[in-house]
T-cell receptor, first 117, second 114 residues
């Protein structure tokens, strides 16, 4: 049971290049999320998905696109990378909310460190 | 909108002593959930503890407990008997706007000294 995995672990891009970050989970979770972490700012939500074929914008969606064609995978795309997108990217997943709980634990991948020159 | 404030950028504690990491929150939702995560230097995010707004008792998980004071809108993390391996960044987070989305605080860096 691998949990949440992310590829690649580290990438260097030049300004204007494109790339796709892949997130995979094997826990059959409905919800998946992409966050970015910048120094001193905690994690901020980029996009999220509440099920296969669905996506929605989070707090900082500009410059990113996402797709969830399969339940277990959530892809984050950068069409034209900018230095401001230098960050650590985390994927997370969680199960559906159950009736007696307000929140369910999110399980995180190991992160992808992206440097845009 | 929900907001999390962690006012302690850094804390240090002697090994085997207890330490409290502060977290205050702001929300207009009557029901909400609060989480604490640990991020060691290796970078992964590790879930520690959860408290629901309607939970009658403060949450505990091993050496971790959550001092939940609803009227003061605070959800402080207490680590008892600190260990060297507790040295890490600690993030408080609140459920925001449905679909289990989290809003994170800026974090507190804890250093445990021998």
């Amino acid at each position: 049971n691998a949990g949440v995995t992310q590829t690649p672990k580290f990438r260097v891009l030049k300004t204007g290049q494109s790339m796709t970050l892949l997130c995979a989970q094997d826990m059959n979770h409905e919800y998946m999320y992409w966050y970015r972490q910048d120094p001193g700012m905690g994690l901020r939500l980029i996009h999220y998905s509440v099920g296969e074929g669905t996506t929605a914008k989070g707090e900082v969606p500009d410059g990113y696109n996402v797709s969830r064609l399969k339940k277990q995978n959530f892809l984050l795309g950068l069409e034209s990378a900018a230095p401001s997108q230098t960050s650590v990217y985390f994927c997370a997943s969680s199960q559906l909310l159950v009736q007696h709980r307000v929140g369910e634990t999110q399980y995180f991948g190991p992160g992808t460190r992206l440097l845009v020159l | 909108a929900q907001k999390i404030t962690q006012t302690q950028p850094g804390m240090f504690v002697q090994e085997k002593e207890a330490v409290t990491l502060d977290c205050t929150y702001d929300t207009s939702d009557p029901s909400y959930g609060l989480f604490w995560y640990k991020q060691p230097s290796s970078g992964e995010m590790i879930f520690l503890i959860y408290q629901g707004s309607y939970d009658q008792q403060n949450a505990t998980e091993g050496r971790y407990s959550l001092n939940f004071q609803k009227a003061r809108k605070s959800a402080n993390l207490v680590i008892s008997a600190s260990q060297l391996g507790d040295s890490a960044m600690y993030f408080c987070a609140i459920i925001s706007g449905g679909y289990n989305k989290l809003i994170f605080g800026a974090g507190t860096r804890l250093a445990v000294h021998p």
